[in-house]
């Protein structure tokens, strides 16, 4: 007897985030964890803290944190903050999609939403950091438009993130910016 194939999974939407939300954020950052398992050095990650729901209150109260969501509840999320020090720019601090839901671009949705909000609110550019040679961490971020950050680029700002995630442990990290604006907003 031959099993039928699975269904593809239902189409998520993607909206703005509300408070009720917040309690089911860090299961689904713990599920993207899982991801590091498959990277020796790094599977540490899997169980390593997450983004307590308390993290995500401020930006769901400022509107910048989205979510997507299907039938089976949420399926993903990013969470940002305008840094003015930096020229108003968006600061992604977590995108996140539920392990069971990656690479079925939720995660592109979240960032070229995060974007047009962006150059909606008149802010300059989306900044994040991540791993450098993570293939769905700083390559995945280049395909969606952002650029990597000299060290010679970095603001103050960046800096900062970059030496608190190393004081973590979190070594091979990179800052990395988006341009926003009509031509790089689709």
Do not use: K
Not at 33 to 41: C, K, T
Not at 91 to 99: D, G, K, M, P, T
Not at 132 to 144: E, H, I, L, M
């Amino acid at each position: 007897m031959t099993r039928a194939p699975a269904p593809p999974p239902a189409a998520a939407t993607l909206r703005t985030a509300r408070p009720a939300d917040a309690p089911g954020l860090p299961d689904v950052e713990r599920s993207a964890g899982a991801s590091f398992l498959a990277l020796p050095d790094l599977a540490w990650i899997a169980s390593h803290d997450v983004m307590p729901a308390d993290g995500h209150l401020e930006a769901i109260a400022q509107g910048t944190c989205w979510v997507t969501e299907d039938a089976t509840g949420l399926t993903g999320f990013l969470t940002a903050g305008v840094a003015a020090e930096d020229g108003r720019v968006l600061h992604i601090r977590e995108l996140s999609v539920r392990a069971d839901r990656q690479g079925q671009g939720l995660g592109r949705r979240l960032l070229d939403h995060a974007a047009r909000h962006a150059a909606a609110h008149g802010l300059s550019a989306v900044t994040l950091t991540t791993f450098r040679d993570v293939p769905w961490n700083a390559p995945f971020y280049a395909r969606a438009g952002f650029t990597l950050l000299d060290d010679d680029a970095l603001t103050p700002r960046l800096r900062a993130i970059l030496a608190e995630e190393a004081a973590h442990g979190l070594h091979r990290r990179c800052a990395m910016r988006r341009e926003v604006g009509q031509a790089h907003c689709p």
